[in-house]
């Protein structure tokens, strides 16, 4: 089935790592994605990783993939108190006809 | 490079009347994807336009429609509003068979 599950919140300090987990069920899933969401804001596109890979690094931001846990994490390297926002994770799957399948979000919280 | 355009940004109506939102996609996109982001239910993915042409559509009663017009630009149109019908309606938009869609800042509806 399709289903993509995060929590809901995650408070860090300034200047630490933070980690966003997420859990999806579908194992054919072919793309994993990070999307960010600042208030009354759509979608901001962070990064995404094809299923083949495990992990991807882009400046800050590091997506590790276990296939095998079906679990995708984001890590924010020295998080600052412009990402705080909501961080959905999301999957497409084959024969899914580009539709993306988002969990409910985490909400980070970075504080000084 | 603009990015994916939303008009209006609120919109306000009564139970009962029909909604019209637009969205232009990014230059050279010729996929549309609508989604619903309501309170409590999260992001849903609701119809997917390619060459003007409606390719899926998600678990949403036949009153959600749209099109997409030769310019590639799209419309979704609700009919018979519902209270339950309030929410953030997110465009995106992506190369054909492409997996990075992009989104638009959304239209919020409320329906009195």
């Known amino acids: 089935g399709e289903d993509v599950e995060q929590s809901l919140f995650l408070s860090v300090r300034e200047g630490d790592s933070s980690v966003i987990n997420c859990t999806y069920t579908?194992?054919?899933?072919?793309?994993l994605y990070w999307y960010k969401q600042e208030p009354g804001a759509g979608l901001q596109l962070l990064t995404y990783?094809?299923?083949?890979?495990d992990m991807k690094q882009d400046q800050r931001l590091t997506v590790l993939l276990n296939k095998k846990d079906k679990h995708l994490s984001l890590r924010i390297a020295d998080t600052q108190t412009g990402d705080s926002a909501i961080y959905f994770c999301a999957e497409s799957i084959p024969g899914g006809y580009n539709k993306l399948i988002f969990g409910a979000g985490t909400r980070l919280a970075v504080h000084p | 490079e603009a990015g994916v355009t939303q008009s209006p940004t609120h919109l306000i109506k009564t139970r009962g009347q029909q909604a019209t939102l637009r969205c232009s996609p990014i230059?050279?996109?010729?996929?549309v994807y609508w989604y619903q982001q309501a309170l409590g239910l999260g992001l849903q993915f609701l119809l997917w336009?390619?060459?003007?042409?409606?390719?899926n559509r998600g678990n949403f009663p036949p009153r959600f429609s749209g099109r997409q017009f030769p310019n590639y630009s799209s419309e979704l149109n609700v009919n018979a509003l519902e209270l339950e019908d309030s929410a953030l309606y997110l465009c995106?938009?992506?190369?054909?068979?492409?997996?990075?869609?992009?989104f638009g800042p959304g239209t919020r509806l409320t329906v009195t």
């Open positions: 579908d194992s054919s899933s072919t793309y």
């Open positions: 995106a938009s992506s190369l054909s068979d492409n997996y990075e869609q992009y």
């Open positions: 230059s050279g996109h010729t996929s």
């Open positions: 990783i094809f299923s083949n890979m």
């Open positions: 336009y390619d060459e003007g042409e409606e390719r």
